[in-house]
């Protein structure tokens, strides 16, 4: 079991209630965070928007898999169990683990908590949130990017007469059945998502990305590509040569449902289309086609809104980072928002590193 803290108490300056440390967010960089920072003796908070466990996790579609073995997907101190008859575990699975070790290791959750901003305050940080104000000597971000889809300002999207949903919307080709369905990105989502839909009878698939598809080698899974986010940010640290990451292995992993129709020939990508037009979509040479669904994958930008009062953000909507501290407020860490605030730390695998340096430095700060 995990040392007891002190009891969050309330603030006699605020009105409110006072932590040593608030956690905004319940997912996996959340969890992972309150484990370290209950391990440093602190006393916590962790602030979920979510009305159940399982973040980002409990809103996926319905086919999705890992890309790693179970015991290679966990977050400190618990190995998560393999899941019977699969060797690349269902987002299902990752929501009853994230369950199970919010239970576990009797992490003091909150929920539903959703968090409008966060102020300097005296010394303190102060949250404002739908269930009243806290103050901490330190906050931890941990909202991810799940929440904030990106679309791209594509011509005509506004003019676009069919339905349109971005990855967050999508769960399963059957409520596509007898549509002509456009598929738009590269990366995993995009092919992921091709792939459940071209598997499907009666969906008429085209899927469209910026640049021909790069597949990584078929033997490549969740495991190589932690390592090779550790090497690169690793180089850097070092000064030397930037190894390229995972980019430089490719876009995409050919999880077994993409390896097959990838295969069986099904997932043929075109360029880019030009615009959208009220009935389908127009490539640069004047090709057009007709559709009745976009489904936009095209990526996220982290979830930062409740942080703009602080003044911090930059250029991409990024907050400049020394590690997982923001460089401009050291009361202030940002965890599980990509490469930036740790490598590999959007992960399960890869968020407990940068989780345990965050809750080392808040308790160093907190002394």
């Known amino acids: 079991m995990l040392p007891a803290v002190r009891a969050v108490r309330p603030d006699t300056v605020t009105g409110g209630r006072h932590a040593q440390v608030v956690v905004i967010g319940g997912g996996q960089a959340g969890l992972a965070v309150g484990y370290h920072l209950r391990r440093n003796k602190l006393d916590f908070v962790i602030l979920d928007a979510q009305a159940a466990p399982g973040g980002a996790w409990r809103h996926t579609w319905d086919s999705l898999h890992l890309f790693s073995p179970a015991a290679f997907s966990s977050l400190p101190g618990r190995l998560m169990p393999a899941q019977a008859g699969e060797e690349y575990p269902e987002a299902g699975h990752v929501v009853d683990y994230l369950a199970d070790y919010e239970r576990r290791y009797d992490l003091p959750v909150q929920r539903p908590v959703r968090v409008s901003a966060v102020r300097p305050d005296a010394g303190r940080l102060r949250v404002e949130t739908d269930t009243g104000v806290w103050t901490a000597g330190a906050v931890v971000s941990a909202t991810g990017t799940w929440w904030r889809p990106f679309l791209p300002a594509v011509p005509g999207r506004e003019v676009f007469a069919g339905r ?85 292995l490719g876009d995409i992993v050919a999880v077994p449902p993409v390896r097959a129709a990838r295969d069986a020939g099904l997932l043929k990508a075109q360029p880019m289309f030009e615009r959208l037009t009220r009935d389908g979509l127009v490539w640069a040479d004047g090709t057009s086609a007709r559709a009745d669904a976009v489904i936009w994958c095209t990526g996220f930008r982290p979830a930062l809104s409740h942080l703009a009062p602080l003044g911090l953000r930059g250029t991409r909507g990024h907050i400049a980072t020394a590690g997982t501290r923001a460089a401009g407020e050291p009361r202030l860490h940002l965890l599980g928002y990509g490469d930036w605030t740790g490598p590999a730390s959007a992960t399960l695998i890869g968020v407990g590193r940068p989780a345990r340096e965050a809750a080392a430095q808040i308790a160093d700060l907190l002394s």
């Open 164 to 248: 349109q949903l971005h990855t967050v919307g999508y769960r399963r080709p059957a409520d596509f059945t007898g549509q002509r369905v456009v598929v738009v990105g590269g990366g995993n989502s995009g092919a992921q998502i091709a792939a459940d839909l071209a598997a499907h009878d009666g969906v008429d698939l085209t899927w469209v990305t910026q640049r021909p598809p790069r597949y990584l080698a078929d033997d490549i899974d969740g495991r190589a590509l932690f390592d090779a986010a550790t090497a690169r940010r690793r180089a850097l640290d070092a000064g030397t040569a930037d190894t390229g990451g995972v980019a430089s």
